[in-house]
Structures are given as structure tokens and as C-alpha cells.
């Protein structure tokens, strides 16, 4: 048996097998090759078994997203074949005398540059392709092959780290758990397991080499400990914890279909935050009023280009639908940051999550913007969808943004498709927003405050770096009169206010958030039962 503590992000329990995934961040080292022609045969044999993989991947794809969007994987597979690709590839081996795994990434690092600097935008977009085949090839190279969902049993999957991108990407019926001996807990990944009902330890001091696939592990988010190997009793007593923590889940049920109401009749609506169509199954599951917080950028994540105005529309009136009736407010394109998709070609920052992300990038790539402007508004004329829009620092902002909803207006009106333009919000996340949220509650329709941004903007703490989650006090004084300034300043212009960070979710601060007038508060679909719990049982305004 060896026992780790880390820090808990869900207070879960799992008991299962462990699956490690190897970092996918290579780290390739160059190394001389003894052997040049014997390197230049494992490139080739790296490249058939990647042909090997784009075919399965394909095939998968036509039958779950159609031919359209997987002929993606065919354009990997032409482009694994290119001439020039592989010959100078095989050239770096023999001239440099270097290992197969540096000529792949080295070679994949030039092309993707190459192509980044092109004019053309279609084979600017190449560059984020190049890379993915490079990586695939390294990969296959290395022997660090992507874990098979459609293979494993459920599992407890033990990483370095996890990305965002790596985290949407998984299949949620197979994760017992998650460990990792990095990440901060104000992170989108740990956010991604609050939201799946996941148990999650992080910064856990694990060496991956010492662990190995199909071991036993207890993961207890209640005691922030992981155990592997238990001994037979440690088992037992993680069996009793598993069946308790059901039974107080099965009390929570008695409030499905009860209103959030304290014991004084102050109500409050309480909504489940989201990241994929999937998730809409959780909300129900919880009986959320709605949706107050879709996180649209997950639909750009994981995937090899932007999703097409059609794929958007899809998914947002899917969830609209699926909701029947309810509000679902979708947020606009927040990627930058933690969140990053290749294609996008954001290239490297030294301050990315001051930098350009959010709607800075839809206001300077309108295009990208108006195309889910678009989507948005087809996908509002069959559902109850509002929008809002991340990062918000002032009213000429605001302002931009209104002209291009216009344009995306006007647009539509030429294709003669229905559509609605929706209510529109704004996230509250910065502390400018916050200071100005007089003058911005003249212009929208609501506001919605980010407290894990708002947090880090006010206190100067950046919320991925994981050395800093003991200075990161979302409960600082400064973040509560922010709220209460917000939710004042908001009302005063007859418009509502509410909280979809994560510290709407924080028992400990319901009541407060009651009498601050707080009108919605938007959590994790696993959180909204319990919100519900505190405000029936609170004793606000009861003389
Ligand atoms: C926030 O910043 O509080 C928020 C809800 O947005 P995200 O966590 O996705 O940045
Ligand atoms: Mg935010």
C-alpha cells in the first residue's frame, strides 16, 4: 500500500483500476543516432502505424460527426505522405546523425512555421495540422500511444497534468477519477471534474514510473488522500464511505422539483454551468432551473479547426431544445489562456492570461466572431437562449460588439434564415467591470459575474499557477463589496444579477449571497441540489 495526499478538487470517492496517460507534452531529446538507416525505418514504420490510426479515427468520425468534418483525418493522411515532409526528415537524420523522434519534431517545427507565415489563410491554418501529424508520428515513435476509451474499462486515469483539451476529449462513462501531480484548483480541468461529478485529487507528489496500468487505487476526495494498492480493509472502509456519500445523495433527491426558496420566501434561481451538449444530461439529472453559464469554447477544443457556423448551431439549439423552455445563457468564444486550440495560432505569450484572449480575439477576428454570432442567433429562435460575452473591460466594448451582432444581423437577413437576436449579457470579471458596472448596466440586458477571473484579476493571482492556490481567497473582502457593488449597480438599472464562477457554489457564502440580492447563482450540475439545500434551510430576512 502507498498513501499520497494532493489537493481535492471534487470530494468524490472512486475505487478502481488505475490508467496512466503518459505526458503528452514531448518533451523530444535529441540524442545521436548510432544507426542512421535503422532510424530512417522506424520513421517509416511510426509513419504506417499513424496511417493506421487516421484510418480508424476517420472511419469513427464519418459515423459520429458525418464525412464532412472527418475528412480532416484524410487531409492528416495525405500530408504524412508529402514528399518534402519526409524527405527532409530523413535528410536531418543522415546529415545530423540525430534520433528519429528529433527530426519528426524539429522538421514538424519548421513546416508549421512555414505555413503559419503564409498569406493564404487556408494554408495558414496548415500549420496547427503539421503539428498534429508530427506529434501523432513522435508519439508513435516514442511508444506513447493515446489511451483507447473505446478498450478501457472504467479507470482512475493518473497523469503529470491535464489540459483542457485533453480533458473534453475523454469518454466521461470511462473516468472513475482523476489524479495528477500537477494543476491548480481554480484550473478549467478541475472545473471539467466538478462538472462531471468526477473525484479529483491534484498536486499529487506521485512518480508515474513507479505506477502501472491495472493497479488497484482508492481515490478519497474527502480526505484528499490517494491510497494504491489498499490493503483489504482500507478497501472495505472506502466500500462504507462510496455507499454513505450515495445515501446523502439520495436525500439530496427529495429536493428534485422543490423551489429555492429561504424560509422567509426570498427566491433565488439556481442554474447548472455546462461545457458540451453532453452535459445538458447532468443538468436535468439535477433539476437545474437552467443554464446559466454554457462555456461555447469547449465546442473548439480538442478539434483539428473551427467548428462551422452549422456544427455551432447544431449543438447550441440541441441544448436549447433538450432544455425545453428553460434559459440557457450560452457565452461567447472565452478561449485563450488555459483553453487553447492549435488552429487558432495564438502563438506563445508571457502573460496569456492578460493577453490576447476572449473577445479581444472576436473583436479582431470578426469572422471567427460572426460566425457564432450567427450560429447563436438561428439556434435562439428554438429555445429560450440569452448570450453573454467574457472578459468585458468597458462600454466602447459593449458598444463594438453591438455593431457586430448588427452585421451578423444583416448577414442572416440575406440568407433569409430565421433567427432572434437574444437577451445579451456580460460577464463581470474584471475589476474595470466592476467599476464602471453603472455605466455597463445602462447597456446590457445582465450580468453574470466570474468570480475564478475576478479573483485573479483583483488579488494579482494567477489562477493556473498552482504554487499560488494557498493566496487565492475568492472569500477576500475585496471580491465581496465587488458582488455587492455589481449586484447593486445592475438592480438600480432594473437589470439582474447573478454569480457563475465557481464560488456561487460555496455554502459558506449562500446566505451572504442572499442579502447581497443576488438573483441567480450558476454551479456545477453536482452542486445545485446542495445550493437549493442551503437556501431553503437559510434564515435570511426571518425576523
Ligand atoms: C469565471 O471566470 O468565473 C468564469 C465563470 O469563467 P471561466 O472559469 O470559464 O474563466
Ligand atoms: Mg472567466
Known sequence: MIKFSGKSVYKGIAVGPVAVLKNNDFQVKRAKAEDVEAEIARVEEAVEKSQEQLGQLYDKAVKEVGEASAAIFEVHQMMLEDDDYRDSICNMIRTEQVNAEYAVAVTGDNFSEIFAGMDDD??????????????????????????????????????????????VQMDKKKILAFVTVHGSTNSHTAILARMMNIPALIGVPMDLDEIHNGQTVIVDGLKSEVIFD???????????????????????????GKENVTLSG???????????????????ENDAGGIGLFRSEFLYLGKDDFPTEEEQ??????????????????????????KQADYFNLGKEENPAMGYRAIRICLKQTDIFKAQLRALMRAAAFGNISVMYPMITSTEEVLQIFEIVKEAQKELDAMQVPYKVPEQGIMIETPAAVMISDELAELVDFFSIGTNDLTQYTLAIDRQNERLDDFYN????????????????AHKCGKWAGICGELGADLELTEEFLKMGLDELSVSPSMVLKVRKAVRESRVGVN
Not at 506513447?144 to 479507470?155: L, R, V
Not at 475568492?474 to 449597480?489: G, Q, S, W
Request: charged share 30%; net charge negative; aromatic share 4%.
Open 230 to 256: 489498499p490493503t483489504e480493509e482500507e478497501r472495505c472502509e472506502a466500500e462504507v464511505k462510496i455507499q454513505n456519500e450515495k445515501e446523502k445523495l439520495e436525500l439530496l433527491q427529495t429536493l428534485k
Open 313 to 338: 448551431f447544431q449543438a447550441y439549439k440541441q441544448v436549447a431544445q433538450m432544455i425545453a423552455g428553460k434559459k440557457v445563457i450560452i457565452r461567447t468564444l472565452d478561449i485563450g489562456a488555459d
Open 122 to 167: 487556408y494554408m495558414k491554418a496548415r500549420a496547427a495540422d503539421i503539428k498534429d501529424i508530427s506529434n501523432r508520428l513522435v508519439r508513435c515513435l516514442s511508444g506513447q500511444e493515446n489511451m483507447d476509451f473505446e478498450t478501457m474499462e472504467p479507470s482512475v486515469i493518473i497523469a503529470e497534468d491535464l489540459s483542457p483539451s485533453e480533458t
Open 474 to 489: 475568492p472569500h477576500h473582502k475585496a471580491i465581496l463589496k465587488m458582488i455587492r457593488m455589481v449586484t447593486e449597480n
Open 266 to 284: 426570498r427566491k433565488i434561481h439556481i442554474y447548472a454551468n455546462i461545457g458540451s451538449v453532453s452535459d445538458v444530461g447532468y443538468v436535468l
